[in-house]
């Protein structure tokens, strides 16, 4: 641990880890509040087209953020996979912990860049992970601009307007729609919402763990690319059913701002568990490591045996997402 601490290079990588992180939720939560930014002469925008807009904002802004800085840090971005690769024995307890430090810090920034420049939305949750809220739009929370626009909001999200007598009622109606997006769809309730959370997050964590193996010699593709379509994968799973966590410092970020954390732990137990589950399957069962347990171990106290160094000969070397 000690050793870690002098080294610039462990530095350099604890804040590649929070610029990448702050890069990566203020595009990919800002490609989600654009559903509530809708361009009205779009006619092809709908529910589902939206969905994979944000599924492929979050993949590809991981990818760009992991081959931007995977030769730096590894480009985690995610505790559940930090917590996996420190189960798999490839980094310290302390740089773990000072990567998820760095990580919830940079979800938190930049999701309070984003609320101030969305500070024009009403009822801005800011991609806010969370079950059912209690706090629903009414009559009185809504200003005049909305309510004029409210007709131009039904037509581009195609959603029939019910006959409530009251045209106000209608307006009420869609904008709840819009307000609850991130929340866990109706008839999911807290157990069925962390199932969704755990399997998304598995899928991910065996991907980092499979792609960045280095004991294997048959990955001729882009890791980057790999693990950002295992994160849209996971996204076009659990949006419509959790809004989609599996990144504990993304939800945390989002709950901190907005102020709220209502069944928070949700989007922490979930991640946690598919995490440390993917790593332990991969590691003891799909592809055992030789190595004695005990001395993979001393990894977490000592650190990696060979440290980062963008300054050394094997600058070539495949490093993408991993130490080298």
Request: contains cysteine; proline residues 4%.
């Amino acid at each position: 641990m000690a050793s870690e601490f002098k080294k610039k290079m462990f530095w350099r990588a604890v804040v590649a880890e929070f610029l990448a992180m702050s890069l990566f939720i203020f595009i990919s939560i800002g490609s989600a509040l654009g559903f509530s930014f809708p361009v009205v002469g779009n006619k092809t925008s709908t529910r589902s087209q939206d969905n994979v807009k944000v599924s492929l904002a979050f993949g590809l802004s991981i990818a760009t953020m992991a081959q931007s800085v995977g030769h730096i840090s590894g480009a985690h971005l995610n505790p559940a996979v930090t917590l996996g690769l420190l189960l798999s024995c490839q980094i310290s307890i302390f740089k773990a912990l000072m990567y998820i430090l760095a990580q919830c810090l940079g979800a938190v920034v930049a999701t309070a860049i984003l609320s101030g420049v969305t500070s024009s939305l009403p009822n801005n949750l800011l991609g806010l992970n969370a079950l059912h809220r209690e706090d629903s739009i009414t009559e009185r929370s809504l200003p005049a601009t909305t309510i004029e626009n409210a007709k131009d909001i039904f037509i581009l999200r195609k959603i029939p307007i019910p006959e409530l007598g009251k045209p106000i009622q209608a307006i009420v109606l869609v904008l709840n729609f819009i307000h609850n997006k991130q929340s866990l769809s109706e008839g999911i309730n807290a157990g069925q919402g962390l199932g969704i959370e755990i399997i998304a997050t598995f899928q991910l964590v065996l991907c980092v763990l499979a792609t960045t193996d280095r004991r294997r010699n048959d990955v001729t593709g882009s890791a980057p690319l790999a693990i950002g379509l295992s994160v849209a994968l996971g996204h076009l799973l659990a949006i419509d059913y959790t809004g989609c966590g599996i990144n504990p410092a993304r939800s945390f970020g989002s709950a901190l701002i907005a102020n709220n954390f209502e069944n928070h732990w949700i989007f922490w137990v979930g991640p946690i568990i598919g995490g440390a589950s993917a790593a332990l399957i991969y590691d003891f069962i799909l592809a055992p490591r030789t190595s004695d347990l005990t001395d993979r171990m001393k990894v977490w106290t000592s650190g990696q045996v060979e440290e980062y160094d963008l300054e050394g000969d094997d600058m070539n070397s495949r490093v993408e997402m991993k130490p080298k």
